[in-house]
């Protein structure tokens, strides 16, 4: 009976959180969509950071690129993403039974921005599972293998995760030294891949020397995330002075982390999720009451959120885009962008300059490269000046580019688009094309544009 009952649980996460990723149209957008197009590019044997410009390790694409190999239609990547949320909410099962049911809710409570399929999840993911061996008192080399994956994952927040093992059993050589070799195993492996792939340097230059790029050119200080962060850690500290024993405050506390230099609505949720761990496991209210009223509300949320979904959503019913759920406006941007990308690559080499590159290139089965992510602080060190560099090296090329993003980030500022890099070419290009969407340059060819 019990494992009938546990069933229905997972089941019910399950096809809550699959709804939730095809029909929320917020959450498949920008962030989405690029990790999808890394977990493409994997799937397509591409080598990352040398083909490709991840700035994070790339775990949860390499383990999402899986189901790619069988389709690389977007609804197996929601799929997936979706048994990792049902899998992280066993594990908090396990440790709290009814009361893991606040997971659902506070993934819930901001407009499901936590359900979005990135890196970050998984960051979450694995700390969950951290926090559930901590509890039962597992192997430490089961500890520290998973410490690594944290690393592998997002090495920029999952390096800081190891610092609670150190706080706590510093004294405790032992223990150290098996956490230790159990985080060295799956680095190392990475780095022997690494090197297989001669991608070291490139994987040093996106991942470490790149970050000064990003930081300077995507900080991003929204006050109300700000301060709300600052409130949570706030709460945070407190918990860990009144439970100095207990070391969930202190992952809990370096999981903020994920918050800058970006302190932005996406990043707030996981980190507002990752908080109410530590509520869940204070919290002393009935369970059946909790397990009610995190299902009513969380359906309540999905309701009242679902208006406002434009009326006009449809399917795409594009190749590999099946089961994207989008408004009429950006199916025409879609479908304007990939008409204009088959029209030109019967003439030559194209580049799309748009966040929506990823869903091209899926579309027409195609490799990626470089402009994958286009973002500033997405190219490695001095990524500006590098990837004019890489330019002026271009022969014949079609350039796409997404004219709202550029004028955008243009006019007002505050955005991520590289538009440095589309100044360098509308200098240096010939206009030959202009939709609603997108004006299409001529870069090199019988005469370079310089």
Request: charged residues 20%; contains cysteine.
């Amino acid at each position: 009976m019990k494992f009938f009952k546990n069933s229905l649980n997972y089941i019910f996460i399950f096809l809550f959180s699959l709804t939730i990723l095809i029909f929320i149209t917020t959450i498949n957008e920008y962030d989405a969509i690029w990790n999808y197009g890394f977990s493409y590019a994997f799937s397509k044997g591409q080598i990352p950071f040398k083909e490709f410009n991840s700035i994070t390790p790339g775990l949860y694409s390499f383990l999402t690129s899986l189901g790619l190999l069988i389709s690389k239609n977007n609804i197996i990547f929601l799929i997936e993403h979706s048994i990792l949320i049902t899998i992280a909410f066993h594990f908090l099962y396990k440790l709290y039974e009814d009361k893991a049911w606040l997971f659902l809710f506070f993934m819930c409570i901001y407009y499901f921005y936590a359900f979005t399929p990135t890196y970050n999840f998984l960051l979450l993911f694995f700390l969950i599972i951290v926090i559930y061996l901590e509890r039962i008192k597992a192997n430490d080399y089961l500890i520290g293998l998973f410490l690594g994956l944290l690393i592998l994952t997002k090495h920029t927040v999952g390096i800081f995760l190891i610092i609670p093992s150190l706080i706590f059993y510093f004294n405790n050589k032992k223990k150290i030294f098996k956490r230790t070799i159990g985080i060295l195993i799956p680095c190392s492996i990475f780095i022997i891949y690494l090197l297989l792939n001669n991608a070291l340097l490139e994987f040093l230059n996106l991942c470490f020397f790149g970050l000064l790029d990003f930081g300077k050119n995507n900080g991003d200080y929204k006050i109300f995330y700000l301060v709300g962060t600052s409130i949570l850690l706030i709460l945070n500290l407190l918990y860990i002075r009144k439970n100095k024993d207990d070391i969930l405050g202190y992952y809990i506390l370096f999981f903020s982390l994920i918050m800058p230099p970006i302190f932005s609505y996406y990043h707030f949720s996981y980190y507002l999720v990752a908080f109410s761990l530590l509520l869940i496991n204070k919290i002393n209210i009935n369970k059946k009451l909790i397990k009610d009223f995190s299902i009513i509300s969380s359906l309540m949320f999905f309701l009242i959120y679902n208006r406002a979904i434009p009326s006009d959503c449809k399917f795409l019913k594009l190749n590999n885009f099946n089961f994207s759920y989008v408004s009429v406006y950006k199916e025409h941007k879609i479908v304007d962008s990939n008409n204009l990308y088959k029209k030109y690559k019967k003439k030559g080499n194209v580049k799309i300059l748009s966040s929506i590159n990823p869903i091209i290139t899926a579309i027409n089965n195609d490799e990626t490269d470089y402009f994958l992510v286009f973002l500033n602080g997405n190219f490695g060190y001095n990524g500006i000046e590098e990837m004019n560099k890489k330019i002026k090296k271009f022969k014949k090329t079609y350039f796409i580019i997404d004219v709202k993003e550029y004028e955008s980030v243009k006019k007002y500022g505050g955005g991520q688009y590289a538009v440095e890099i589309v100044d360098y070419i509308i200098k240096n290009s010939k206009l030959i094309e202009k939709t609603e969407e997108f004006k299409v340059f001529l870069y090199g060819g019988s005469k370079n544009y310089e």
